[in-house]
């Protein structure tokens, strides 16, 4: 018979099964395994799975320990996604370069084309009454939304390449999706280069930096680039899915939703509980003891901020909503140095989708016949969130 210890040991998150029985095997780890060694390496394994909030917590933050080097989840064919895959003080540096282009202020001109762009992926499918939410409305709005935000120095039909690309990552992400944005990021980075470049967006900001004296290696700046892309798209689609996924639920959320003070009072416990990036992945610098177990040098450990969201120790009834109480320190957009570089955004981006979308629907419900499933892999994402509604 098989145990949930074993089915821990060979936890693998593309698993369908796994997948559906992750809130349950997380929290059976939380209490019995906190630091479960699996063995699956058809999912980048073995991997020690940590499922307390505690654990996690300190994993990212020692990152000399644990370091993000060598350690994606999930490859992606590209040697060095920067920032992400890199330790401080390189890291570092890369994130002093960017974060002022996605501080809110920063991104203040592209309001307006967020609601733009919403309304009128809105208008194509208003009249239905129906519509399956993260293929038509959050894929695209986010896709097209990033791509000019990243590439705010090219042309017009430059954004539109890269913009068809992102779309075709969000529907279907595959090694043949991931090799055409990577040959886009190259591509437009070359043509930078050949043309110069003297704004000051990512592009421009990636090719005229020095780091130390040298220029950022290419190989890093076009992981950059591609890790702008995928860090913000499927992150930020699936949390609008996941926000809706909970209207149609619990109908009352609605009004909340209507008070422009649910952005800074509720958005976080929304993605709290649906944690949009499931787990990332450290490995160690040295022999380190965890909770009891010893995590031998170059042993790799994937946290699970989605397990540490839901702890009971640190949250009181962790699989609801509670919004009445404070929830401070969710760890949805990670801890320590790699905290995300695109919170601003993704915060501002669903502020907007869900302005643009209650203003126009109302009594949102998932359509009959509905499969409400999460879809295997990183990510907590549905597969597809089909809802009816009324029109305002
Ligand atoms: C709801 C949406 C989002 C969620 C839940 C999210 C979550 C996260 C998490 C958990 C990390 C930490 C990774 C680690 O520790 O290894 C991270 C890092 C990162 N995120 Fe986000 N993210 C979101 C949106 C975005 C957006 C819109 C962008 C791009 C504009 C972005 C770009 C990045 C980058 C570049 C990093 C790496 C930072 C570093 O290594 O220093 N993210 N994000």
Known sequence: MTTTHDRLRHFNYFDPAD????????????????????DHEASGGPFYLLTRYDDVRRVMEDWETFSSTQSPLVATGVPSLSPIDDDPPFQGEVRKLLNPLFSRSALAPYEQAMHDTARSLIEEWLD?????????????YIGRMLIK????????????????IALEVAEAANPEVFARLFGICSEYLERA????????????????????????????????????????LDTTRAA?????????????????????????????????LDSPVGAMARVATRDVELNGVLIRKGERVQARFDAANRDPEKFTDPGSLHFDEARSGHAAFGMGVHRCLGSNMARMQIEIAFQELLARITRLRLAP???????????????????EFDRV
């Not at 935000?149 to 068809?164: C, G, K, M, P, S």
């Open 240 to 272: 609008i899915g996941n926000i809706t996924y909970r209207l149609t639920q619990q109908p009352e959320l609605e009004q909340r939703l209507r008070d422009p003070r649910w952005v800074r009072r509720d958005m976080d416990e929304f993605l709290r």
């Open 19 to 38: 997948t559906a029985d992750k809130w349950a095997l997380f929290d059976h780890a939380r209490s019995h395994a906190p630091v479960v060694r699996t």
């Open 149 to 164: 935000v990243i590439f705010n120095d090219l042309t017009r039909e430059e954004l539109d390449v890269a913009q068809e």
């Open 193 to 232: 280069k050949r043309r110069g470049i003297n704004g000051d967006g990512v592009l421009a900001r990636l090719v005229n930096a020095r780091i130390d004296g040298a220029p950022i290696p290419t190989e890093k700046q076009i992981g950059c680039l591609g890790i702008l892309v995928l860090g913000g």
């Open 128 to 140: 239905d009454g129906q519509v399956e939410i993260l293929n038509r409305y959050a894929g695209p």
């Open 369 to 387: 016949g509905a499969e409400v499933a999460w879809a295997p892999g990183q990510s907590n994402c549905l597969h597809a969130v089909d809802i």
